[in-house]
């Protein structure tokens, strides 16, 4: 999502762990407490393989009570909702209802006004050339403005035709470029082909048969229910605290960043998806078939909703890479990642997000990376925080 530039950071509240005293800590856990006193104010981290499954947590998840963040509690996920995004269109793709290199338009006729005609592959991929995020009147331009408009309602298609009033940034297919706006498209489309809201196919077609109980699409419904993470953002000048924006209406990312997920569901949908569960493996290698992410040295690609990010740059040579997403909205910053098959995973879910410090940035992506490698290269903070400013 949008991020917004700011000099301050959240001051450091509370540190506490899960794990039991030992002489050698869990690197996952060290970590986690390192990116809290970074600045964040609290984390939890689910990880899972074939040995077991780990849990951890630092920080606080309720700055009025001091209660520790709980790793089962939900959180909103930001641009992870634009995997089960693609997912369901690839599912669509599967059954025979449209095709990948069919131009958008005709399913949705007149949604776009650009006489290019734009593909659904170009959506899923970033390269069709619309704007990267939604018209001004729909993104915050003041830190208050994340605060006193939390709790405005957009319409889906309202939302679509006021930022596409805005040339296309480049002719479709010819480059890349991240678009939260055609993602809003690609939801359209899948209520368009199914006959119906898109939080009911996302229920019938994965969250149910997968028994995601934590995971849903709110649309309008602002609350996240417990038990859940508190989201905070530092959006006034010292003596004022962090702000609880925990409640918020994000209807205007209803394909692109409104799901609520927890990190134990999250990991059993990328286990589903990357290991075949999901899709057929030929969309599932289409998927996963990805282009350069500008400004990365390839070290970043996407596919149809699908991020490859190799970790050289934390871990250097020899460091595997990763399959999954990140995400970002007011309050929560997601990191969902997996190795190629979907047998070693991780998510990690942290606040606060738009107003982060680097250092903390870099903390909840080496919490991330500890899982599958061990980053300890001198530049592993800088190249960690480098990933992350990448994705936003």
Same mark, same amino acid.
């Given at each position: 999502m949008r ?10 509240l509370?540190?506490a762990?899960t794990g039991t005293a030992?002489?050698e800590p869990?690197p ?16 939890v981290?689910?990880?899972a393989?074939p040995?077991g ?9 309720d700055?009025?009570?001091g209660?520790?963040?709980d ?10 909702s ?14 025979g ?10 399913y ?12 659904v ?8 050339g619309l704007?990267?995020?939604?018209a ?9 403005e ?9 319409g ?8 596409t ?6 002719p479709p ?6 678009s939260n706006t %055609? @993602? !809003?498209?690609l939801?359209?489309l899948? +209520?368009?082909l199914t006959? *119906? ?7 019938d077609?994965?969250?149910g ?7 849903f699409?709110?649309?309008?419904f602002p609350l ?8 905070y953002e ?11 924006v ?7 990312y ?10 134990s569901?999250?990991?059993?949908f990328?286990?589903?998806?990357l290991?075949?569960e999901?899709?057929p ?5 289409q ?11 390839g070290r970043i690609?996407?596919g ?15 460091a595997p890479?990763v ?7 007011? %309050? @929560? !910053?997601?990191?969902?990642?997996s190795? +190629?098959?979907g047998?070693r *995973?991780?998510t990690?879910?942290?606040s ?10 870099s903390g909840?992506v080496?919490v991330?990376v500890t899982?599958?490698c061990?980053p300890?290269?001198p530049?592993?903070?800088?190249n960690?925080a480098r990933?992350?400013?990448a994705?936003?």
């Amino acid at each position: 999502m949008r991020r917004l530039v700011v000099s301050t950071a959240c001051a450091v509240l509370l540190l506490a762990g899960t794990g039991t005293a030992a002489a050698e800590p869990d690197p996952r856990q060290a970590a986690l407490d390192s990116a809290v006193l970074a600045g964040n104010v609290g984390m939890v981290a689910i990880a899972a393989d074939p040995a077991g499954r780990w849990r951890g947590r630092a920080g606080v998840g309720d700055i009025v009570t001091g209660a520790k963040p709980d790793t089962g509690g939900r959180f909103r996920v930001g641009s992870v909702s634009k995997t089960f995004t693609a997912t369901l269109v690839l599912k669509l793709a599967a059954k025979g209802r449209l095709g990948l290199d069919d131009p958008i338009s005709e399913y949705l006729p007149g949604l776009l006004p650009y006489p290019e005609p734009i593909t659904v592959r170009q959506l899923l991929q970033h390269t069709s050339g619309l704007p990267r995020d939604l018209a001004p009147q729909y993104t915050w331009t003041t830190l208050p403005e994340v605060d006193t408009e939390r709790f405005v309602h957009f319409g889906e298609v309202e939302a679509i035709h006021d930022s596409t009033v805005q040339p296309l940034l480049f002719p479709p297919g010819t480059s890349w470029s991240y678009s939260n706006t %055609g @993602y !809003n498209v690609l939801a359209l489309l899948v +209520e368009k082909l199914t006959g *119906r809201r898109f939080e009911q196919v996302l229920a019938d077609w994965i969250t149910g048969p997968l028994h995601l109980a934590d995971t849903f699409l709110p649309r309008d419904f602002p609350l996240v229910p417990d038990a859940a993470m508190h989201g905070y953002e530092q959006l006034y000048p010292a003596p004022h605290g962090p702000t609880d924006v925990t409640a918020y209406n994000l209807s205007r990312y209803i394909g692109a960043g409104n799901i609520i997920s927890s990190a134990s569901d999250l990991n059993r949908f990328f286990h589903a998806l990357l290991g075949g569960e999901l899709l057929p493996a030929g969309l599932l290698a289409q998927m996963k078939t990805t282009v350069p992410w500008p400004g990365t040295e390839g070290r970043i690609g996407y596919g149809l909703g699908l991020m490859r990010i190799s970790l050289v740059g934390p871990c250097g040579p020899g460091a595997p890479e990763v399959w999954g997403h990140a995400g970002d909205v007011p %309050g @929560y !910053n997601t990191w969902s990642m997996s190795d +190629e098959t979907g047998t070693r *995973r991780i998510t990690v879910a942290s606040s606060p997000d738009l107003t982060a410090s680097p250092a903390a940035d870099s903390g909840r992506v080496l919490v991330m990376v500890t899982e599958f490698c061990t980053p300890d290269l001198p530049g592993a903070q800088a190249n960690a925080a480098r990933i992350q400013a990448a994705v936003r």
